[in-house]
């Protein structure tokens, strides 16, 4: 486990070999970075290039990330946290504490690892400090969510299976993930104009998911 002032390096040679065979989890912060990457509206991102309702980017049949291309990654100045952290992972501890953990590289990956760095120059580079926080902010919502659904009888024990349970109307795996469609739902509730800025509209879709979560309690 290392921590943000661990000595690290990596760099990256573009064989593409760690775009292969991996289950890339999104959050919506994510899929709207992608989805304005593409042009598209976050519904349109979530039906052409994801599975489980935008909850993970989909794969082609051979196992590789639908925006692999044979230049490289199609998306990659909007590409998700994980791309970014590869070949290390975050886990954030119950009690708050961060630390990254060095993954499995692919056998016959090209990229090298080293000591010359640190892990907080990594991230920096990376430029992962904007995906970490909207991470973060979306993660207390979630386990707002699951808090909720946990008071009912039959209520999924974990956020996964939290996303994936639908309700009538906006369902809550839409309202989570599809954040177009819930902050113009929003907006037109609350006679509001729609934010162009990117950073206003996650304002907006955090400010109406916790506003749904304190109906629901």
């Known amino acids: 486990m290392r921590a943000r002032g661990s000595r690290y390096s990596y760099r990256c040679a573009g064989c593409g070999r760690c775009c292969y065979d991996k289950l890339i989890h999104l959050n919506p912060y ?35 990330c639908v925006f692999l291309e044979q230049g490289g990654c199609a998306v990659h100045a909007d590409r998700p946290l994980v791309c970014r952290l ?22 016959a990956s090209a990229g090298s690892h ?49 996303l994936a349970d639908a309700g009538a109307e906006l369902d809550e795996t839409t309202r989570v993930m599809d ?15 729609l934010p162009g800025d990117l950073e206003r509209q996650v304002e907006l879709h955090l400010e109406s998911l916790n506003e749904w979560l304190d109906e629901m309690e």
């Open 30 to 64: 994510e899929v709207l970075r992608l989805a304005r990457r593409r042009g598209l509206s976050t519904s349109e991102l979530i039906a052409r290039y994801t599975s489980d309702a935008g909850t993970v980017l989909a794969s082609d049949a051979g196992g590789a």
């Open 179 to 193: 954040l177009d469609a819930t902050i113009a739902d929003y907006a037109a509730r609350k006679r509001l104009a």
């Open 86 to 107: 590869y070949p290390l992972g975050r886990v954030v501890g119950d009690d708050g504490a961060e630390r990254f953990v060095e993954l499995e590289p692919h056998p």
């Open 114 to 162: 080293g000591e010359d760095g640190s892990v907080a120059e990594w991230l920096e580079h990376q430029g992962a400090a904007p995906y970490i926080e909207a991470a973060a902010r979306y993660h207390a919502v979630l386990e707002r969510m699951v808090a909720l659904l946990e008071q009912a009888p039959g209520a999924p024990p974990s956020l996964d299976e939290a």
